[in-house]
């Protein structure tokens, strides 16, 4: 079984950091994709970023390029979201999710962490 685990979120002012991090345990994928999505209040789940883990070609959403940064350590099993010059607008429960066949279907997502961002 996949575990995955997030941490990282917190409150924060607009314009600052955070940086998320998602530590993978389990089963192990040579192909797979990881991603991150949010969440935020009525709102439908959105997708944020995502990085092949073989290659690490990075994918993100138009409302997040050039502020967010996704990146991974094999040797840890961790994925990163750097998240710069935070918006109130990016305020959601952040969820790490691994997409094990590369094929588009996110199989195992982890527990979420919040972040809120103040105006």
């Known amino acids: 079984q996949v575990r995955l685990v997030e941490s990282g979120g917190g409150l924060v002012q607009a314009g600052g950091s955070l940086r998320l991090s998602c530590a993978a345990s389990g089963r192990t994928f040579s192909h797979y994709v990881a991603g991150w999505f949010r969440q935020a209040p009525g709102k439908e789940r959105q997708f944020v970023a995502a990085i092949t883990w073989s290659a690490g070609n990075p994918y993100y959403a138009d409302s997040v390029k050039g502020r967010f940064t996704i990146s991974r350590d094999n040797a840890r099993n961790t994925v990163y979201l750097q998240m710069n010059s935070l918006k109130p607008e990016d305020t959601a429960v952040y969820y790490c999710?691994?997409?094990?066949?590369?094929?588009?279907?996110?199989?195992?997502w982890g527990q979420g962490t919040q972040v809120t961002v103040s105006s």
């Open positions: 999710a691994l997409d094990p066949d590369a094929d588009g279907g996110y199989d195992y």
